[in-house]
T-cell receptor, first 117, second 116 residues
Framework: EAGVTQFPSHSVIEKGQTVTLRCDPI?????LYWYRRVMGKEIKFLLH????????ESGMPNNRFLAERTGGTYSTLKVQPAELEDSGVYFC???????????????FGPGTRLTVL | GDSVTQMEGPVTLSEEAFLTINCTYT??????LFWYVQYPGEGLQLLLK?????DKGSNKGFEATYRKETTSFHLEKGSVQVSDSAVYFC???????????????FGQGTILTVHP
């Protein structure tokens, strides 16, 4: 079974440019999460999709970030325009539907390292 | 809000040494607690978990016990190997009625390097 994949693995862009990150979750996983780790600090939650719907987007830093999950499969995270402080590693994770009384493990992708110059 | 604090790193040990990485948390209610590990060039992997007070999670020789009274979940291993070199993250997720809500709150990560 293929794991969570992310593309690209590394992106270097100039301040003010646009970048789109992609995440392909494990097939059949309804839950998809985006996280970010900035400069060796803690990994912070950005948002959570259940299928194509945004369940929780409380961690999105500002309106320069736009996440989509059309059709409930892969997801994209667009940063427009990018700023220096957006540099970091962006992780995607997926998990199957949560049943009552259970925890469903989140499976993480390898991350996309974004560098904004 | 919820938060997780890990001991500052990096941690450097010789092979077969004893490892402790401290983790404390602040959360309402009774969260589930986790340790994730990130090996070089890979994504995060769940190492172990505990979902209620006094539970002990264990995997690959690593252990951590959910201590409600001290709000801690310290990671331990009796004899580390070179292959344990990685970044370790403590994390929590809120629970309600025994169901996890999935959103993870992480600590800042601890880099572990084990020398032969």
């Amino acid at each position: 079974e293929a794991g969570v994949t992310q593309f690209p693995s590394h992106s270097v862009i100039e301040k003010g440019q646009t970048v789109t990150l992609r995440c392909d979750p494990i097939s059949g996983h309804d839950n998809l999460y985006w996280y970010r780790r900035v400069m060796g600090k803690e990994i912070k939650f950005l948002l959570h999709f259940v299928k194509e719907s945004k369940q929780d987007e409380s961690g999105m830093p500002n309106n320069r970030f736009l996440a989509e999950r059309t059709g409930g499969t892969y997801s994209t995270l667009k940063v427009q325009p990018a700023e220096l402080e957006d540099s970091g590693v962006y992780f995607c994770a997926s998990s199957p539907s949560t049943g009552a009384g259970s925890y469903n493990e989140q499976f993480f992708g390898p991350g996309t390292r974004l560098t904004v110059l | 809000g919820d938060s997780v604090t890990q001991m500052e790193g990096p941690v450097t040990l010789s092979e077969e040494a004893f490892l402790t990485i401290n983790c404390t948390y602040t959360a309402t209610g009774y969260p589930s607690l986790f340790w994730y590990v990130q090996y070089p060039g890979e994504g995060l992997q769940l190492l172990l978990k505990a979902t209620k007070a006094d539970d002990k999670g264990s995997n690959k020789g690593f252990e951590a016990t959910y201590r409600k009274e001290t709000t801690s979940f310290h990671l331990e291993k009796g004899s580390v190997q070179v292959s344990d070199s990685a970044v370790y993250f403590c994390a929590l997720t809120p629970n309600a009625g025994g169901t996890s809500y999935g959103k993870l709150t992480f600590g800042q990560g601890t880099i572990l390097t084990v020398h032969p």
